[in-house]
């Protein structure tokens, strides 16, 4: 099974089995969304309580969806048996024919991965990340298949959110990116070709300074939490308000793309330091039940 095709004859209809790394809010809703798609799927953290958490999160989030009559409850059933969490590496990867790399936003962290993963996966895996900002090219390097390495980013919450950004890194070749806007399209997304690989991709170079710039308001003194979000939720008409999805996302993904923007494109993308107080209080949105609102109480009405 390891060497079945060489990657570029690769199709659509040879992708069975991925494999998600990461079971964090990403990974395990990408997993959710692979799995829904009917793929085999395997998501693999580096701790048991953190895979089982995902798999747990899954769980949930496919009773939502069939409460909703989104999908039924047969529908649910089936994808949660298609997800195996895992902490060996080895094991989670030996079948892969596609990888979705979801480990923390952080240059070092993500590099360790890819060697480590290099060194178990298949030769005709193909590798992508969900970095939110990093650069696709620099990542891609750490590996010995750089051009069959890509950006696969999902918006938070996966199973919501319809956009996909397939981001072509410097050595990415075009059956790379056709073989996974085709894997993106399965999933029922729609995937947007990302050219140029800049730090933040399109979407977060637009959304991160939103967030920014609204804690930059507070900070100042200038409005309030409350009056911020209901300007940019009712007014500007974003489905949530600036605040809101800075929970949503996790305070400290916004930061470290933040950080990384800063580093490369310059001041203008200095992180407030509201952010940074937020991510050394470990107050870091709905995941740790706390951040701009209140969750503890299931509720997201309290601004703090
Ligand atoms: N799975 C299943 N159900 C979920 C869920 C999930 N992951 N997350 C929330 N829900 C449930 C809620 O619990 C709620 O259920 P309840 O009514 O029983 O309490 C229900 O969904 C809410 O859904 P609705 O359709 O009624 O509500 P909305 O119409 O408000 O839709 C939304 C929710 C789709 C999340 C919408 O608010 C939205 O689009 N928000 C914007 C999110 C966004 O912009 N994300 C991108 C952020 S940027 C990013 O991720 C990039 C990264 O790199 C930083």
């Given at each position: 099974?390891?060497?079945?095709?060489?990657?570029?004859?690769?199709?659509?209809?040879?992708?069975?089995?991925?494999?998600?790394?990461?079971?964090?809010?990403?990974?395990?809703?990408?997993a959710e969304v692979a799995a829904l798609a009917g793929y085999d799927v395997r998501m693999r953290d580096i701790k048991e309580e953190f895979v089982q958490d995902g798999y747990e999160q899954i769980e949930w989030s496919l009773g939502?969806?069939?409460?909703?009559?989104?999908?039924?409850?047969?529908?649910?059933?089936?994808?949660?048996?298609?997800?195996?969490?895992?902490?060996?590496?080895?094991?989670?990867?030996?079948?892969?024919?596609?990888?979705?790399?979801?480990?923390?936003?952080?240059?070092?962290?993500?590099?360790?991965?890819?060697?480590?993963?290099?060194?178990?996966?298949?030769?005709?895996?193909?590798?992508?990340?969900?970095?939110?900002?990093?650069?696709?090219?620099?990542?891609?390097?750490?590996?010995?298949?750089?051009?069959?390495?890509?950006?696969?980013?999902?918006?938070?919450?996966?199973?919501?959110?319809?956009?996909?950004?397939?981001?072509?890194?410097?050595?990415?070749?075009?059956?790379?990116?056709?073989?996974?806007?085709?894997?993106?399209?399965?999933?029922?997304?729609?995937?947007?070709?990302?050219?140029?690989?800049?730090?933040?991709?399109?979407?977060?170079?637009?959304?991160?300074?939103?967030?920014?710039?609204?804690?930059?308001?507070?900070?100042?003194?200038?409005?309030?939490?409350?009056?911020?979000?209901?300007?940019?939720?009712?007014?500007?008409?974003?489905?949530?308000?600036?605040?809101?999805?800075?929970?949503?996302?996790?305070?400290?993904?916004?930061?470290?793309?933040?950080?990384?923007?800063?580093?490369?494109?310059?001041?203008?993308?200095?992180?407030?330091?509201?952010?940074?107080?937020?991510?050394?209080?470990?107050?870091?949105?709905?995941?740790?039940?706390?951040?701009?609102?209140?969750?503890?109480?299931?509720?997201?009405?309290?601004?703090?």
């Amino acid at each position: 099974n390891r060497h079945r095709f060489d990657a570029s004859d690769m199709k659509l209809d040879d992708v069975e089995h991925i494999t998600v790394l990461g079971a964090g809010n990403m990974g395990h809703g990408i997993a959710e969304v692979a799995a829904l798609a009917g793929y085999d799927v395997r998501m693999r953290d580096i701790k048991e309580e953190f895979v089982q958490d995902g798999y747990e999160q899954i769980e949930w989030s496919l009773g939502k969806l069939a409460e909703k009559d989104r999908i039924s409850q047969e529908e649910a059933d089936e994808a949660l048996e298609r997800v195996t969490p895992l902490v060996d590496l080895e094991s989670a990867v030996e079948d892969a024919d596609v990888v979705i790399e979801a480990v923390p936003e952080k240059m070092e962290i993500k590099r360790d991965v890819y060697e480590e993963l290099e060194e178990y996966a298949p030769e005709h895996t193909v590798f992508t990340s969900n970095t939110s900002s990093l650069s696709i090219t620099d990542l891609s390097e750490v590996t010995e298949r750089p051009e069959r390495f890509c950006g696969m980013h999902f918006f938070n919450p996966p199973v919501r959110m319809d956009l996909v950004e397939v981001i072509s890194g410097g050595h990415t070749d075009d059956e790379t990116l056709d073989l996974i806007e085709e894997l993106a399209e399965s999933m029922d997304k729609t995937p947007v070709r990302v050219r140029k690989d800049s730090p933040g991709f399109i979407v977060n170079r637009v959304l991160v300074p939103l967030m920014n710039e609204a804690a930059w308001i507070v900070e100042m003194g200038d409005a309030t939490v409350a009056e911020v979000d209901s300007t940019t939720k009712f007014d500007i008409g974003l489905p949530m308000g600036a605040f809101e999805l800075a929970d949503q996302v996790g305070i400290d993904v916004g930061y470290h793309v933040l950080e990384y923007m800063h580093d490369q494109l310059g001041d203008a993308y200095e992180p407030c330091p509201v952010l940074v107080e937020k991510v050394e209080a470990e107050e870091l949105g709905k995941k740790t039940g706390k951040g701009f609102y209140d969750y503890e109480d299931g509720g997201a009405d309290v601004p703090t």
